[in-house]
């Protein structure tokens, strides 16, 4: 781990990049003893956005991290997600050309700051400059990726996500392309199921909290439905109970 980028919220809705340097090559660095009680309480607190978060959480785990598996999000399978991967070029997702892409932000390139290209060679403090506009602009776009319909790529199935790699490294077949194509429908299927729901209840879904609360809805709504359909004043307490039990 060469260093630890953190972008937060001022309370001007201002966004700040924090980078703590572990290993630059000057002598301005924190041991990484020092700094994983603040990571660990990072993942402990709160949902932590990445940008290529499955390889972020594997070196994570590596140096003794534990992760929990529901609370994170990862921009670039958001941006997979929205169909940004042109013809499966990785460099379509890839923070720098999203960043530039859909934030108007240009980013540095190591090569800009060090002839090796290699960030450990920079000393800490040309880093945080790189370090910190890594985080900043990934919570810019996560940001962008949750507005309007595109909320809906927030319920990507992270566990899912961390399973997979596990298998990828260990070696054990994944069909990637037809993996992508399931999610592609699933996403589909899922902003027409929530237009459906929205049109069905004035938009009353919205203020539904929980997925037990949307479940509860739609119980009743049918319910209701059925109830019109399949009974009426002369129905008896005890047939009405048959019928909705079966």
Same mark, same amino acid.
């Given at each position: 781990?060469?260093?630890?980028?953190?972008?937060?919220?001022?309370?001007?809705?201002?966004?700040?990049?924090?980078?703590?340097?572990?290993?630059?090559?000057?002598?301005?660095?924190?041991?990484?003893?020092?700094?994983?009680?603040?990571?660990?309480?990072?993942?402990?607190?709160?949902?932590?956005?990445?940008?290529?978060?499955?390889?972020?959480?594997?070196?994570?785990?590596?140096?003794?991290?534990?992760?929990?598996?529901?609370?994170?999000?990862?921009? *670039?399978?958001?941006?997979?997600?929205? $169909?940004?991967?042109?013809?499966? &070029?990785?460099?379509?997702?890839?923070?720098?050309?999203?960043?530039?892409?859909?934030?108007?932000?240009? *980013?540095?390139?190591?090569?800009?700051?060090?002839?090796?290209?290699?960030?450990?060679?920079?000393?800490?403090?040309?880093?945080?400059?790189?370090?910190?506009?890594?985080?900043?602009?990934?919570?810019?776009?996560?940001?962008?990726?949750?507005?309007?319909?595109?909320?809906?790529?927030?319920?990507?199935?992270?566990?899912?996500?961390?399973?997979?790699?596990?298998?990828?490294?260990?070696?054990?077949?994944?069909?990637?392309?037809?993996?992508?194509?399931?999610?592609?429908?699933?996403?589909?299927?899922?902003?027409?199921?929530?237009? &459906?729901?929205?049109?069905?209840?004035?938009?009353?879904?919205?203020?539904?909290?929980?997925?037990?609360?949307?479940?509860?809805?739609?119980?009743?709504?049918?319910?209701?439905?059925?109830?019109?359909? *399949? $009974?009426?004043?002369?129905?008896?307490?005890?047939?009405?109970?048959?019928?909705?039990?079966?």
């Amino acid at each position: 781990i060469i260093g630890v980028g953190v972008a937060l919220l001022t309370e001007d809705e201002q966004e700040v990049g924090l980078y703590i340097p572990l290993g630059h090559a000057d002598s301005n660095n924190f041991t990484w003893e020092q700094v994983k009680p603040f990571v660990q309480k990072l993942h402990d607190n709160f949902q932590v956005v990445y940008h290529n978060g499955l390889y972020d959480r594997e070196v994570l785990q590596l140096h003794g991290i534990s992760l929990p598996s529901t609370t994170w999000s990862d921009t *670039m399978l958001m941006a997979i997600a929205v $169909m940004l991967r042109v013809n499966a &070029k990785s460099s379509a997702i890839g923070l720098k050309h999203l960043s530039d892409e859909y934030l108007d932000r240009q *980013m540095l390139e190591i090569k800009e700051l060090d002839k090796d290209a290699e960030i450990y060679k920079l000393p800490a403090e040309s880093a945080l400059t790189y370090g910190s506009a890594d985080v900043i602009n990934t919570l810019k776009l996560y940001w962008l990726f949750r507005e309007g319909e595109e909320k809906l790529i927030m319920g990507i199935d992270t566990v899912a996500a961390d399973f997979s790699n596990t298998m990828n490294r260990f070696n054990y077949p994944i069909h990637t392309t037809n993996s992508q194509q399931l999610c592609r429908t699933l996403f589909r299927r899922a902003l027409i199921c929530e237009r &459906k729901l929205a049109d069905i209840s004035n938009n009353q879904i919205e203020n539904l909290t929980s997925d037990e609360q949307i479940g509860q809805w739609i119980y009743n709504e049918i319910l209701r439905d059925f109830k019109t359909e *399949m $009974m009426d004043d002369t129905t008896t307490p005890a047939k009405e109970k048959e019928l909705i039990d079966a």
